[in-house]
Nanobody, 127 residues
Framework: QVQLVESGGGSVQAGGSLRLSCLAS????????MAWFRQAPGKEREFVAA????????RYVDSVKGRFTISRDNAKNMVYLQMNSLKPEDTAVYYC????????????????????WGQGTQVTVSS
C-alpha cells in the first residue's frame, strides 16, 4: 500500500503563488512516477503535471506550462508542485497520485495509470 498526503493548498489572489507538497509512504517512492491532478466543481478530473521516477522527465497540461513546476525529492519521499501566476481557473482540489508501475521513463497523463491517490488539497484563486 501507498499513502499520499498533500499539503500547501489555500486561498490566494490572481497572480499569486502556492507550493503544494505530497508526502509518500508505504513503498519505494523513488521507483514510481508521480503526478498532480485537479478537479474543479462540476468538472472532470484533469491532469496537471507528472514527473518520472528519476525526475528527469516531466509533463504538463498546456494551460499550466510556464507557470507550474513539478519536482521531487526522493530522499524525502516528497513531490512538489510550484504554482506561480495563478489564475481563477486554477481553482480546484489538487490530488497527488503515484504510478502503479515502476521505472516508467515517460510519466503518464491519464489518471487510469495511477493507482494511489491522496485525499486532495483545496486551491482557491480569487480575481
Amino acid at each position: 500500500q501507498v499513502q499520499l498526503v498533500e499539503s500547501g493548498g489555500g486561498s490566494v489572489q490572481a497572480g499569486g503563488s502556492l507550493r503544494l507538497s505530497c508526502l509518500a509512504s508505504g513503498r519505494t517512492f523513488s521507483e514510481s512516477a508521480m503526478a498532480w491532478f485537479r478537479q474543479a466543481p462540476g468538472k472532470e478530473r484533469e491532469f496537471v503535471a507528472a514527473v518520472a521516477y528519476s525526475g528527469r522527465s516531466t509533463r504538463y497540461v498546456d494551460s499550466v506550462k510556464g507557470r507550474f513546476t513539478i519536482s521531487r525529492d526522493n530522499a524525502k519521499n516528497m513531490v512538489y508542485l510550484q504554482m506561480n501566476s495563478l489564475k481563477p481557473e486554477d481553482t480546484a482540489v489538487y490530488y497527488c497520485a503515484a504510478d502503479q508501475n515502476y521505472y516508467r521513463m515517460i510519466p503518464l497523463t491519464s489518471g487510469e495509470g495511477y493507482e494511489y491517490w491522496g485525499q486532495g488539497t483545496q486551491v482557491t484563486v480569487s480575481s
